[in-house]
Structures are given as structure tokens and as C-alpha cells.
């Protein structure tokens, strides 16, 4: 009996794997969520700190509301002049200069000579130092001796060219959440300390056509921050009617105001 041959087994091939492959489906719903995703983490490391920013700069001025209403509640009720004044009637140093005890620089105020003027040599601590709160956070005067804070300075303002108001006259005519206190104004090109401000009649167009002339920003926006006589802070559209910012910067003039701004 014959020997029976061995069984030739055929070699297996091993199973390729085709690994995993996403659908269309997966990939049209899957892709625009990662996408936005990582947008909006973008989106939030540049916004927010601009928006710090900017929240900052409304929060010096509101300061400065402040600082000139508890000046006034000093003063029954009287605001501070727009200018330090000689014995001889000149103009010598800001308002701002006025406000520093209340600001927390009672010591610069100290040191200033209140009956020299703003460049003088005997003032010039004060063009070596400029509280940062007289600025906006992120402008151009930011970190300078300029300011951005400016008064509006008109006969029926409330900070007129010569003499004060008194907050309750305001109060009793347009109303202090009617009246504009202060606003910020880019590439003015003023230092803090110097008596100077935005005049009544460069109020002839919009904001956002003022840069360096009146009331502005340097923010892409448009919208600059001003502050009112009650003194709530807000920002304002640059593109408000020249005739409204006029009516908001005068106390007595019993304007209607139908436009937001």
C-alpha cells in the first residue's frame, strides 16, 4: 500500500487593512464645526484684549466724570473753570489740573505752581508727568504727555471761555443726562496740562470726520467716549448730526432730541 502524499496547504495571504476612511457626509459636517471653532478662538484672542482696550479707555473718562462731579459737590455745585486763570485774566493751566487731587495725584497738584503757566520752568513736573488716566487706553496720546479728554468750550456750554457753571443750573434746563461733560478727541496734538480744548464751532460735522479737530477716536468703529453731566459714560456713533452733538454740548438751549446717538 502506497505511502499517500502530503497535503500541500496553499499560503494565506494576510488581510490588507484598508483603514478608515471618512465619509463625505462626516467630512461636510464635521469640517465647518473645527473650522469655526478655530475662528472663534482666534476671533477671541484678538477681540477681547481689544475690547479691554476699549472698555479701559471709557473707564478713565468716566473717572474723570466723577473726579469733576465731587469737585463740584465742593464747590456747591459749581464746575471747575475750563482754565486756571491770572490775576491779569490768562489762561494758565487746564482744568485737568484741577481735577488732580481727586484723581489720586494730590501730590503732582502739590507741586504744581498754580500761578504759572503750564510750560513755565517752574511747571515742569507737569510736562514730565501725565496721569494715564487723562488718556485713552490704546491712542495715540497713549503713554505721552497728550491727553485725550477735552472739554467742549462755548458760551452756552458748560464749560464756557470765561466764569463757571453751576451743575444745578444744568440740571433745572436741559437735564445733566442731556449735557455732555466731557468726550475724547484723537490727534489733537494738546498736552494734559494745557489750557486748551475743542471750541464751540468746530462742531460742524460728524465725529468721524473731526479727527484732530473735536470729538473722535482712533478706533476703527467710529464710536468715541464721552461722558455727561450725571456722569454715566458711554461711547458715541461717529457718524451722529452735527446739529445733535451741538445740542448735547450746550445746557440751556431746550433742544428735542429724536436721534439716537
Not at 23 to 35: C, M
Not at 80 to 106: C, F, G, M, T, Y
Request: neutral net charge.
Amino acid at each position: 500500500m502506497s505511502e499517500a502524499a502530503p497535503t500541500q496547504t496553499a499560503a494565506l495571504e494576510p488581510t490588507r487593512s484598508r483603514g478608515y476612511r471618512p465619509s463625505r457626509l462626516f467630512l461636510l459636517v464635521v469640517f465647518p464645526l473645527v473650522a469655526f471653532g478655530f475662528y472663534a478662538a482666534v476671533m477671541k484672542l484678538v477681540i477681547e484684549p481689544q475690547r479691554a482696550v476699549r472698555l479701559q479707555a471709557l473707564n478713565n473718562l468716566r473717572n474723570v466724570g466723577i473726579a469733576c462731579q465731587n469737585f463740584a459737590s465742593g464747590s456747591q455745585a459749581e464746575l471747575p473753570a475750563q482754565a486756571i486763570r491770572s490775576e491779569n485774566d490768562k489762561p494758565l493751566l487746564s482744568w485737568r489740573v484741577s481735577l488732580l487731587p481727586l484723581l489720586d495725584n494730590a501730590v503732582l497738584h502739590r507741586k504744581a505752581d498754580l500761578s504759572q503757566p503750564w510750560n513755565s520752568d517752574a511747571n515742569k513736573i507737569l510736562r514730565e508727568n501725565c496721569p494715564p488716566v487723562m488718556q485713552a487706553s490704546g491712542s495715540p496720546a497713549d503713554g505721552t504727555l497728550q491727553t485725550s479728554w477735552f472739554t467742549i468750550v462755548g458760551e452756552d456750554t458748560p464749560f464756557p471761555e470765561q466764569g463757571s457753571v453751576n451743575l444745578d443750573d444744568i440740571s433745572k434746563a436741559d437735564g445733566l443726562g442731556n449735557t455732555l461733560m466731557f468726550v475724547e478727541a484723537t490727534e489733537m496734538n494738546i498736552e494734559w496740562a494745557e489750557p486748551k480744548d475743542i471750541p464751540f464751532s468746530a462742531l460742524k460735522a460728524s465725529p468721524n470726520k473731526l479727527s484732530g479737530k473735536g470729538p473722535s477716536t482712533h478706533r476703527r468703529d467710529g464710536k468715541f467716549s464721552a461722558v455727561f453731566c450725571d456722569g454715566h459714560g458711554r461711547f458715541m456713533n461717529g457718524d451722529v448730526d452735527p446739529a445733535v452733538l451741538r445740542a448735547l454740548a450746550t445746557w440751556r438751549g431746550k433742544e428735542k432730541l429724536d436721534q439716537k446717538f
